[in-house]
Each structure stands twice: as structure tokens, then as C-alpha cells.
């Protein structure tokens, strides 16, 4: 770890991709900048990471450790941790971490979401390996093999659809989500995808690799299973700082302005926290945009402290 700064101009609290890409900005902009990070980005279980121009099958550890590496060189530092609580004051912000507290001048939340899977024993096990969200992360890696599906609500259908893209092997799972609709049934059918209706009640492991899919006694073979998690953005800091929020089709998000302000004076948001849509290029580039946006609002802070001071 770092040596801590005392009074950073950003504090980032989450070093993935969203942090990082900021931090990169801000550091080459020479202000003086601290990523906090615990150290536990989303995509932590997949072997590797894909449609990432230049980066395209590396590592997601491997990453950002490529990204860490880099901001060091601006002068950013790195510190290992994890922030339990943020306060906001008049001057900017403080926060508590494990081993201290550090203030800052604005803070920049970029915690990631984790994801909750269906309660069907071995999901979590082979998460980001046999079982999967993103048909642009991992469709390509399972052409043409037998694709299941494990619905988690009536939006599963897409994404079944939408897979059908990379093989013509789909079974599709209704599962707790219930039966689609007639012309959602018709539209899978039209398409040659299968369905196997039942409660699924586990998957088959062999050798720690999906075979199969139980359902109702029976064992469906698929070589990968697709789902749809309930994404939980890790915003309890911005809850507890009084963010804004909006209720939507997935709950409740913390609200931004375009360049990542949040209504909490000094507090800003980047990432997968604020934004289920953001992988990891999206994620890359909000957070080049949010690290130029921060910079300039502390330009026009720099201009304010500069004015009072000389009167
Ligand atoms: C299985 C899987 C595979 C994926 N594959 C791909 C892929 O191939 N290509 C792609 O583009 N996208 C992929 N994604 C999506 C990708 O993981 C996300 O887009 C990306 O991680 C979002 O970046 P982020 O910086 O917002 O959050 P994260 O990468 O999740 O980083 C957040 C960081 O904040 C830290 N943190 C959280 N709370 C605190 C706290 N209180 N104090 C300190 N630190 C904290 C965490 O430890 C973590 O390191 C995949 C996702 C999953 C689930």
C-alpha cells in the first residue's frame, strides 16, 4: 500500500475500471488523488474478459492491474481498503477507512453492483464461468454449443432471443418466472428455441464444468447456462450521504447529472454503482468523462479560493 495522502483533492473509492479510468485522468491532470479499493470488482470470477478493444481476452485481475500500474505513474495513490462510512462537510468530504480517516476535496464513488443470482444450487459456484450474464462477454466462447437459459423474469425471453445469435442450440427455462406470454411462446418457437417448463432445481457439474440443468427429475444437457441477476448497486455510501434516488424496472438507482454529479454537493458517481448498462469500455469511458468533468469543477473551485483570497 501507498503512503496516504492527508487532504486529497479526489478521494475514489473503488479501483475497477470506473475508478481507474478517472483516476488516470485526474492524475495525468496533476491533481492529487487517492483510490480506495476493497478489492472485489464484479467480473472477479471470470478467467477472462472480452470485447475490450486492445484488452480483448486478458484477465479482468490482470486489468487492473495494468490500470493500477499506470495511474501510479501520475502520482495516484493506491490504497488496499475499504470505506465504511462518508461524511460531507463545508469544505469537501471525509471517510472512514479501516485504518483512518482521510478528507478530501470531492469524493468519487465507483463501487461496481453485485449480482444476485437465482436461488438454484450450484449458480453462485460456477458464476462468471458456466454460468453467465452477457451475451457480448461470453456468447462468442459458446457458439453453437447448447445454450440454456434460466429465466429470472419475463425480460429472460430476450435474452434467450437474443442468444440465438450464437447458436441455434437454446433451451429455454421458464423456471420461477412463469410461462412467457403466448406471442413471447410463439416468437421462441418461430426461432427453434426449446423450452423445458418445471421448477429447475440444480445444475449438473462434471469435472467443474456445466453439463446439465435439473428440471423436475429430469437432466436437460447444455454446455453453458445464460441468467439474468438482479443487479444491486453497492451505493450505501451515497444512500447514507442523502443521494438522490429513482425508482425504475430494476429498483432504485442513486441519481447523476451527465457528468456524474450527484444532488450531495462534492459527491459524484461513475460506473457500474449508477449504471447497470456500463461493462467494462463503458465503464472506461464515463470514467475518463467524469475525471475531465471533476477536474474542471475544481478548476472553477481553484478560481473561487484564488478570489477570496486576494480580497
Ligand atoms: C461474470 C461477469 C463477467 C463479465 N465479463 C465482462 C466482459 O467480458 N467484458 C465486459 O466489458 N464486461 C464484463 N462484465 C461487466 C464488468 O464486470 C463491469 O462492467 C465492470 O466491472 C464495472 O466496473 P466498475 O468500475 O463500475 O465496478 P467494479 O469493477 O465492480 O469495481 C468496483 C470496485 O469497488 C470496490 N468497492 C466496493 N465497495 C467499496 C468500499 N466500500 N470501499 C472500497 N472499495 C469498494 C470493489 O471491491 C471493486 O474493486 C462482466 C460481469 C460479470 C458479472
Given at each position: ?15 475497477g475500471?470506473a ?23 464484479r ?68 463501487t461496481g453492483l ?117 443487479p444491486?448497486p453497492r ?36 460506473g457500474n454503482v449508477v449504471n447497470v448498462?456500463a461493462?467494462?469500455?463503458?465503464s ?28
Open positions: 500500500m501507498s503512503q496516504r495522502v492527508e487532504d486529497a483533492d479526489v478521494i475514489i473509492v473503488g479501483g475500471p475508478g481507474l479510468s478517472a483516476a488516470l485522468s485526474l492524475g495525468r491532470a496533476r491533481r492529487r488523488v487517492i483510490v480506495v479499493d476493497a478489492g472485489t470488482p467480473n472477479m470470477g471470470a478467467a477472462h474478459m472480452h470485447g475490450v478493444l486492445g484488452h480483448d481476452g486478458l484477465a479482468p485481475l490482470q486489468f487492473l492491474e495494468l490500470g493500477r500500474a499506470e495511474v501510479s505513474r501520475y502520482g495516484v495513490q493506491l490504497c488496499h481498503d475499504e470505506i465504511s462510512a462518508a461524511r460531507a462537510n463545508a469544505t469537501g468530504v471525509d471517510v472512514d477507512t479501516r485504518n483512518g480517516t482521510i478528507s478530501g476535496r470531492r469524493l468519487l464513488i465507483a453485485t449480482d444476485e443470482l437465482p436461488d438454484i444450487p450450484g449458480m453462485r459456484d460456477q458464476w462468471g464461468r458456466g454460468v453467465v450474464v452477457c451475451p457480448y462477454c461470453d456468447g462468442w466462447e459458446h457458439k453453437d454449443d447448447v445454450i440454456g437459459v434460466i429465466a429470472t423474469s419475463p425480460h429472460s425471453v430476450e435474452q434467450a432471443q437474443l442468444l440465438r445469435q450464437w447458436s441455434e442450440r437454446i433451451v429455454y427455462f421458464p423456471h420461477a418466472a412463469g410461462d412467457p406470454s403466448a406471442e413471447a411462446s410463439d416468437a421462441l418457437a418461430r426461432r427453434g428455441i426449446r423450452m423445458a417448463r418445471g421448477a429447475v432445481t440444480g445444475l449438473r457439474i462434471d469435472d467443474d464444468e456445466v453439463t446439465g440443468v435439473e428440471v423436475d427429475g429430469r437432466v436437460i444437457a447444455v454446455g453453458v447456462v445464460f441468467t439474468g441477476p438482479t444491486r451505493d450505501a455510501l451515497l444512500r447514507s450521504l442523502g443521494a438522490a434516488t429513482t425508482d425504475g424496472p430494476l429498483g432504485s438507482w442513486v441519481d447523476i447529472d451527465e457528468d456524474g454529479r450527484t444532488t450531495v454537493p462534492g459527491v459524484w458517481a461513475v448498462r461493462n467494462v469500455p463503458v472506461l469511458g464515463l470514467g475518463a468523462l467524469v475525471g475531465g468533468a471533476l477536474n474542471s469543477d475544481l478548476v472553477h473551485d481553484d478560481i473561487r479560493n484564488a478570489r477570496s483570497s486576494s480580497h
